[in-house]
């Protein structure tokens, strides 16, 4: 085996890796460092495949380990890092494990994600990073920022098994979605994703001008990804 073979699944690993620690983390109590690591482990995530494109080293191990990966780092980590905050507001009560229900979901995602031929460029449901940047960026800010309305919001008994039940729904819907990677022949910057990329500047210089948290801007962009999959872009299909 040479060592160009080995790079993607290399970057690969160190994506699985940083998920494992970062549901260490948020165990731990620092759902801040579980969501860097989070972040991480999704540059890896975006680097793995495409290092195997300009390599020409695809490979069905490959794209196995990187499932498995994702179901760590998108899959579980979200989850743990909803239940324990949860934890920190709740203390350990039933309804603060209906969280894991967006874990079993990512993992029903990816498994159908990997036997489904019409996602090659885009996808059919919400993808598992973004639903986890949505889970991770929430934790962080409120970890970050307790005074705010939207820490308070996320303390009360419902709202976050809400937040996960919704997530893990749109992982396994039927919603066309596009995606962002880059491929050979694809159509990187159509309408859709100039809306969209136009509309992250913005929520960011909002974000900044307004003195708010970088994790609220995070929160923000891929929520709108969501409602632009799901309203904007039926209408102009």
């Given at each position: 085996m040479t060592i160009r073979r080995i790079i993607p699944n290399t970057i690969t690993s160190m994506n699985l890796l940083s998920g494992s620690i970062g549901v260490i983390c948020a165990l731990g109590g620092r759902p801040d460092m579980a969501f860097i690591l989070m972040i991480a482990a999704a540059v890896f995530d975006f680097a793995d495949g495409l290092a195997a494109r300009l390599l020409k080293v695809v490979s069905p191990l490959?794209?196995?380990?990187?499932?498995?990966?994702?179901?760590?780092?998108?899959?579980?980590?979200?989850?743990v890092m909803l239940c324990a905050m949860m934890f920190g507001f709740r203390g350990i009560r039933w309804y603060a494990f209906i969280p894991l229900f967006l874990a079993l979901?990512?993992?029903?995602?990816?498994?159908?994600?990997?036997?489904?031929?019409?996602?090659?460029?885009?996808?059919?449901g919400l993808p598992t990073p973004s639903s986890a940047m949505i889970a991770g960026s929430l934790a962080y800010f409120v970890y970050r920022c307790p005074d705010s309305i939207l820490a308070k919001v996320a303390a009360t008994s419902f709202a976050v098994p809400i937040i996960a039940v919704v997530l893990g729904l749109l992982l396994v819907s039927e919603i066309p979605m596009f995606g962002m990677k880059i491929k050979h022949g694809s159509h990187l910057l159509d309408a859709k994703r100039i809306v969209f990329l136009a509309a992250a500047v913005v929520i960011l210089v909002l974000t900044l001008v307004l003195g708010e948290?970088?994790?609220?801007?995070?929160?923000?962009?891929?929520v709108f990804y969501i409602l632009e999959n799901c309203i904007l872009v039926p209408v102009t299909r």
């Open positions: 490959g794209k196995e380990l990187d499932s498995l990966s994702d179901m760590v780092s998108f899959g579980l980590l979200p989850a979901m990512s993992a029903l995602r990816l498994a159908k994600f990997n036997t489904d031929e019409r996602q090659s460029d885009n996808f059919i948290d970088w994790s609220l801007a995070v929160l923000g962009i891929f």
